[in-house]
């Protein structure tokens, strides 16, 4: 009878839910004057346009995720110490863009280990007297928020290999290499345009047009 009894208390269980309940915790927080979120005694940075905001924290065993409304904002690795406080230097180059005095000796930025290629091109866009400056290097890394380092650094060293260290050139270069590859157009299936005759183009044309420029 009591063998029946728990078959029958069983039986009655709901079913187990069709997908694995995620462990996380999500708790509201703001963002202060040094762009940075708390959440239980650590805290995590945020970009520079977040201040003063309330921003969602969504926390799991080794995430710590902050959301603005409906924007992923930042991420990082959650720690399970106390009184620490953990930045991401890209969060602050808007902020150091204004003020570049402060890049060298701000904290963020301290122990941020960049590939030598960035180095390389901090001195090349510094050197006078064309040089832009530590406000164009900043301006260089903050295109980062937009691409990964991996990504950036790859354009970086091809674009000094031609000897280009203008920030908007080395964006043009990230966006082409994201470009697919345009594929081959074939003739072998169209073989009614293989008859298509296009007459080279005739630029004595042109020339006369010089020709009257001039004589005007």
Request: hydrophobic share 40%; aromatic share 6%; with cysteine.
């Amino acid at each position: 009878m009591k063998a029946l009894r728990l078959e029958k208390e069983h039986s009655a269980c709901p079913p187990l839910p069709p997908h694995e309940c995620a462990a996380r915790r999500i708790t509201q927080a703001h963002a202060n004057s040094l762009l940075l979120v708390q959440f239980d005694t650590n805290r995590y940075s945020v970009p520079v346009k977040y201040v003063h905001r309330q921003i969602t924290v969504v926390a799991t065993v080794d995430d710590a995720t902050l959301i603005f409304e409906d924007r992923l904002i930042a991420r990082h690795r959650r720690h399970w110490g106390r009184e620490r406080h953990f930045d991401d230097p890209i969060h602050y180059l808007a902020l150091l863009e204004r003020k570049p005095g402060a890049f060298d000796y701000a904290r963020p930025p301290a122990d941020w280990q960049l590939p030598e290629c960035f180095n390389l091109l901090r001195r090349r866009m510094e050197r006078p007297p064309d040089g832009l400056g530590t406000k164009g290097s900043i301006r260089e890394l903050l295109l980062l928020e937009k691409t990964s380092l991996e990504e950036r650094s790859a354009a970086v060293e091809y674009a000094m290999g031609f000897g280009i260290t203008d920030a908007d050139m080395i964006r043009v270069i990230v966006e082409h290499r994201r470009e697919p590859p345009v594929a081959l157009f074939c003739l072998g299936s169209r073989p009614h345009l293989k008859l298509v005759h296009v007459p080279p183009t005739d630029i004595t044309a042109y020339a006369s047009l010089l020709g009257q420029e001039r004589s005007t």
